[in-house]
């Protein structure tokens, strides 16, 4: 089964708004990160964060990461109609050489102008 | 671009054969990632290779193989073909970092395969 779990499965807002996508999981991490992936494209890394951190910012998203609850959220704020995309929350294992990382089912987000 | 290239784009196929699908890592990046994205399993890694040698392994069926060479290129060997094996074949790349850095691996995707078998 995968390592992490988004929420919710779909996402439909009007430009200008905020989104916000959570992905819980399973097991302990090194650090979650989240993808963005345009219908039918390669993934496309947007975000790391440590698990010992608990909020990070880069331009318009914002990442918010609690290991207590095994949890993470992605806040995209201002969404623009190219936001539109799937966004996968991904965690790896403490693997010295082989981190392999486990994607989510990922969050279909839609921005409508 | 990412850096990353993929070959083939698409591949159509029919049930009982094998294909073999490549992929050129990232300038610098010793390690090789292939993932399996379908409709009904999502994104499911397979392997990971690590400057030549196999580092990583998930639920990547016996029919499959792969591997990467000298020149860090990789291939993914998928034979008897079924008809669940259509699906999007993603291969990644990334620096593996060495300790104390190791679990920070960003990856870079190519653009894919598109494999419909019939």
């Known amino acids: 089964s995968q390592q992490g779990e988004e929420d919710p499965q779909a996402l439909s807002i009007q430009e200008g708004e905020n989104a916000t996508m959570n992905c819980s999981y399973k097991?302990?991490?090194?650090?979650l990160q989240w993808y963005r992936q345009n219908s039918g494209r390669g993934l496309v890394h947007l975000i790391l964060?440590?698990?010992?951190?608990r909020e990070k910012h880069s331009g318009r998203l914002r990442v918010t990461l609690d290991t207590s609850k095994k949890s993470s959220s992605l806040l995209i704020t201002a969404s623009r109609a190219a936001d539109t995309a799937s966004y996968f929350c991904?965690?790896?294992?403490?693997?010295?050489?082989?981190?392999?990382?486990?994607f989510g089912a990922g969050t279909i987000l839609r921005v409508k102008s | 671009d990412s850096g990353v290239t993929q070959t083939p784009k698409h591949l159509i196929t029919a049930t009982g054969q094998r294909v073999t699908l490549r992929c050129s890592p990232r300038?610098?990046?010793?390690?090789v990632y292939w993932y399996q994205q379908s409709l009904d399993q999502g994104l499911q890694f397979l392997i990971q290779?690590?400057?030549?040698?196999?580092?990583a392994k998930g639920n990547i069926l016996e029919r499959f193989s792969a591997q990467q060479f000298p020149d860090l290129h990789s291939e993914l060997n998928l034979s008897s073909l079924e008809l669940g094996d259509s699906a999007l074949y993603f291969c990644?790349?990334?620096?593996?970092?060495?300790?104390?850095?190791?679990?920070?691996?960003?990856?870079?995707f190519g653009a894919g395969s598109r494999l419909t078998v019939l």
């Open positions: 991904a965690t790896d294992g403490n693997m010295e050489y082989g981190n392999k990382l486990v």
């Open positions: 300038s610098g990046d010793l390690s």
């Open positions: 990644a790349s990334s620096v593996a970092l060495t300790r104390p850095l190791a679990g920070a691996n960003v990856l870079t």
């Open positions: 964060i440590r698990s010992n951190e």
């Open positions: 290779y690590y400057n030549g040698e196999e580092r």
């Open positions: 097991t302990s991490i090194n650090n």
